[in-house]
């Protein structure tokens, strides 16, 4: 089987992953930087199942899957992966197509807004060739309904006409696999989630697996990393590959510029300071969000709406990127009446909690 992804006769565009992208769905060119960060980003992909750390239980499941559908000779059943972002979904969804020696082509849920968009990529489908769907639970109703029929089925149908003289006419479509990824299961229609063969839950990854992927990331960066320094970065990582990957390219800038070139523990801590991460992986937003529920609100509950004003995001950047981790940390708890720090976060903070009306520091 080939060895890369998306090999296609006449792409009309590719990420910078070499995936073809559906041409009315490309997204708009990004800057130089962000071109250069995601090409890193992909190139520390692993390209097999066998090269993918973490997630056993995940990988063996869609392994048995993989293999039987080759042992048929016939695509496999739908897949659907959700979990947190940075786990590995898209990583995945690109093996699923690499082990099947087919082509993969990429679009998004939100890129979809009509029915019309979601017939014209499945209509330009071959058989056997995996479509990823990312944030799948943000598929507009209408295409929602089209792909129920579609994956099901394998067949759309197309309105002709309009009015009373309206008419539908089936088209056929070639046996596909979709992989759909989100980070919202709870979000999907139980008619959509049902037409998936395969789930697939990802969790976050422990220490000792993301060391693996440091060091392995390390070496297809051209670099020794030491064992300390993996360490430090693992722990800080918030128990995610694509942050771990992201604080190592950090490393590796520090100590270029202002080290010796080695990835050592003292590198690691150096740039991790510069950038503002700290020992429990927290980052600027989630130490200015802790500082206000602890200094500002004395430990609360105060309304998402309201704490998000006194950091200067909007609500949904704190709910999305900054609570899911407080939370699960035990720094934050969520209550009826709002959000509270928890006696760990004052600790964190170098504060104890507030006596009479005043906030100490420890």
Sequence with gaps: MADHVGELDEPDELDAYGIELTPALTPARTSGADELERAAEAALRPRRLDEFVG????????????????????????????????????????????????????????AIQHAGDLAAVLSSLEEGEVLFIDEIHRLARPAEELLYVAMEDFRVDVIVGKGAGASAIPLSLPRFTVVGATTRAGLLPAPLRDRFGFTGHLDFYSAAELERVLTRSAGLLGTELAGD???????????????ANRLLRRVRDWAQVRGDGQLDLRAARAALQVYEVDDLGLDRLDRAVLTALCVRFAGGPVGL?????????????????????????????????GRVATPAAWRHLGLTPPVDGAVLFS
């Design 55 to 110: 997630q056993r239980v995940v990988r063996d499941q869609l392994s048995l899957v993989l293999d039987a559908a080759l042992g048929r000779g016939a695509p496999p059943d739908h897949v659907l992966l959700s979990g947190p972002p940075g786990l590995g979904k898209t990583t995945l969804a690109m093996i699923i197509a690499a082990e099947l020696g087919a082509s993969l082509r990429v679009t998004s849920g939100p």
């Design 229 to 243: 320094a993996a360490s430090e970065i693992a722990s800080r990582s918030r128990g995610t590959p694509r942050i």
């Design 305 to 337: 709406t309201t704490l998000a004003v006194t950091v200067g995001e909007e609500p949904e950047t704190v709910e999305t990127v900054a609570e899911p981790y407080l939370v699960r940390e035990g720094l934050v708890g969520r209550t009826p009446r």
